[in-house]
């Protein structure tokens, strides 16, 4: 990679820190340049707008905090029910000791806060979810063809609704504090949507 990549990736990991913990009306350009340690006039060698840069940090986040989902929804050593399980139980246990219940997910709230005002944004976020959702479609279509799960399910539909309930289950993890509705999410998913 080089030195530019490089630095543009150190400024997208510095700032979109910024930008989780304070919301994209609550970050100036000036926040995520003095987290990136450069001046604030640099920025504009690496991103065109305080927009284009969260369309980049929305890529960044996407793309790590999905990297480990992605491997356990397709490791085969494990059913797929079982792969589904584990991957939500990694992402509770780190919002409950890494982040004690809060921030959320940076999707879901750029997403409240730009999704219905920003074109851009709101394009870049439906893409997102898109990508999210893929794995885990693929992930409950062989979890039907095991006989795992009720072949009249439409696995596209199916993940897209476990992907909106996640995110809502986040948004009222944030407000309780508290891993209730982790453990609700988990409970009415495997015992009720997925029996």
Request: glycine share 6%; with cysteine; charged share 30%.
């Amino acid at each position: 990679m080089k030195n530019r990549e490089l630095k543009k990736s150190e400024i997208i990991r510095k700032g979109l820190e910024v930008m989780f913990l304070n919301g994209y009306f609550g970050t100036g350009v000036k926040q995520i340049t003095d987290a990136a340690g450069i001046p604030k006039g640099s920025f504009y060698n690496y991103f065109d707008s305080k927009e284009d840069f969260a369309i980049e940090a929305l890529k960044y986040y996407v793309a790590e905090s999905c990297s480990q989902a992605h491997m356990i929804l397709s490791d085969t050593s494990l059913k797929p029910l079982a792969r589904l399980r584990k991957a939500f139980s990694l992402k509770i246990d780190e919002y409950s000791h890494k982040w004690k219940y809060s921030l959320g997910d940076f999707v879901g709230n750029l997403s409240q806060e730009m999704g219905d005002i920003n074109e851009k944004i709101s394009k870049e976020l439906d893409k997102q979810f898109g990508y999210m959702k893929e794995p885990l479609a693929t992930c409950l279509r062989e979890a039907q063809n095991q006989g795992e799960l009720d072949a009249a399910h439409d696995t596209e539909q199916l993940a897209e609704f476990i992907i909106n309930s996640w995110n809502g289950t986040l948004i009222r993890m944030k407000a309780s504090r508290n891993s209730e509705p982790l453990e609700n999410f988990v409970d009415v998913l495997f015992n009720v949507v997925l029996k």
